[in-house]
């Protein structure tokens, strides 16, 4: 079975930096895409970014230039580098996997991690 485990979050100031780390276990063959969303209270889980395995890029319009993602395809993980962090990027962030084709069960499934708490200060 597959499992998604983030790691990262925390407290910072605003201006201040984190980053987050997810990697994806399980017997996996491939792994299509893979993201982070973030969910403020109240409202719906929104795409923060996203990367294929060809690492083409996606970022929200509101963490354009702080924001960057990264990810090893041979380790199934995936990085995103908060710069210049602002109160309103305080959220519970998830890590997503997309199209992950594993053999147990076998197929390609959407998977989630169990989220991060971001928070920033300011």
């Known amino acids: 079975q597959v499992q998604l485990v983030e790691s990262g979050g925390g407290l910072v100031q605003t201006g201040g930096s984190l980053r987050l780390s997810c990697a994806a276990s399980?017997?996996?063959?491939?792994?299509?895409?893979m993201g982070w969303y973030r969910q403020h209270p109240g409202k719906q889980r929104e795409l923060v970014a996203s990367?294929?395995?060809?690492?083409?890029?996606k970022y929200a319009d509101s963490v354009k230039g702080r924001f960057t993602i990264g990810r090893d395809n041979a380790k199934n993980s995936v990085y995103l580098q908060m710069n210049s962090l602002k109160p309103e990027d305080t959220a519970v962030y998830y890590c997503?996997?997309?199209?992950?084709?594993?053999?147990?069960?076998?197929?390609?499934?959407?998977?989630w991690g169990q989220g991060t708490q971001v928070t920033v200060s300011s």
């Open positions: 399980g017997r996996i063959f491939r792994v299509n895409a």
């Open positions: 990367i294929t395995s060809d690492d083409s890029t």
């Open positions: 997503n996997a997309e199209r992950v084709l594993t053999s147990t069960p076998w197929g390609e499934y959407d998977y």
